[in-house]
T-cell receptor, first 117, second 114 residues
Framework: KAGVTQTPRYLIKTRGQQVTLSCSPI?????VSWYQQTPGQGLQFLFE???????NKGNFPGRFSGRQFSNSRSEMNVSTLELGDSALYLC????????????????FGAGTRLSVL | SQQGEEDPQALSIQEGENATMNCSYK?????LQWYRQNSGRGLVHLIL?????REKHSGRLRVTLDTSKKSSSLLITASRAADTASYFC??????????????FGQGTTLQVKP
């Protein structure tokens, strides 16, 4: 199976702009989670989507939003970019339909590195 | 705040030596996982240990879990230069295990010198 694919890999934006990041999960995985990674705050959970519904949300402002499509692909959007939004954004998919602890294992994409100037 | 705190923050060893990393967490968990990240890329799952398990092995990896102390350790035996990476522990959010939210520690950066 192909792994989790994130596009684009690199992105440069200026303050005030908006950005959309895309994530294609492993085939058959219906859960997609998003994380932000920065040197100062580490890895922080943004949100999780399962079957097109947001099931969980982290402690981020409303400028951060996401959605999931019927094919389980997910996008996240950041509006009115701030310098502090510069980070590596990671997407992960997991087989939530499995029983047992295996459903908690997350498979990560290579990430999108966003630089806000 | 982060659920998991890791110790040490950085570790430098010679090839062939063992590397031990520790993780502490704050609330009850259903399971704990360890992930590896190579230089700003995606994370790779290494091993998962359930809250009712005390020790688990996978190849050169050994993970222990002490729920009474809310701590875990990852031991990499006979390290190789290719093990150079950052290692993160991750816990679920406790309560229901049916959640896609992982809470990560700050990570340990391991350098293995050839």
């Amino acid at each position: 199976k192909a792994g989790v694919t994130q596009t684009p890999r690199y992105l440069i934006k200026t303050r005030g702009q908006q950005v959309t990041l895309s994530c294609s999960p492993i085939s058959g995985h219906r859960s997609v989670s998003w994380y932000q990674q920065t040197p100062g705050q580490g890895l922080q959970f943004l949100f999780e989507y399962f079957s097109e519904t947001q099931r969980n949300k982290g402690n981020f402002p409303g400028r951060f939003s996401g959605r999931q499509f019927s094919n389980s692909r997910s996008e996240m959007n950041v509006s009115t970019l701030e310098l502090g939004d510069s980070a590596l954004y990671l997407c992960a998919s997991s087989p939530r339909d499995l029983g047992g602890a295996a459903k908690n294992i997350q498979y990560f994409g290579a990430g999108t590195r966003l630089s806000v100037l | 705040s982060q659920q998991g705190e890791e110790d040490p923050q950085a570790l430098s060893i010679q090839e062939g030596e063992n590397a031990t990393m520790n993780c502490s967490y704050k609330t009850s968990i259903n399971n704990l996982q360890w992930y590896r990240q190579n230089s700003g890329r995606g994370l790779v799952h290494l091993i998962l240990i359930r809250s009712n398990e005390r020790e688990k092995h996978s190849g050169r990896l050994r993970v222990t879990l002490d729920t009474s102390k809310k701590s875990s350790s990852l031991l990499i035996t006979a390290s190789r230069a290719a093990d150079t990476a950052s290692y993160f522990c991750a816990t679920d959010a406790g309560g229901s295990s049916n959640t896609g939210k992982l809470i990560f520690g700050q990570g340990t950066t391991l350098q293995v010198k050839p």
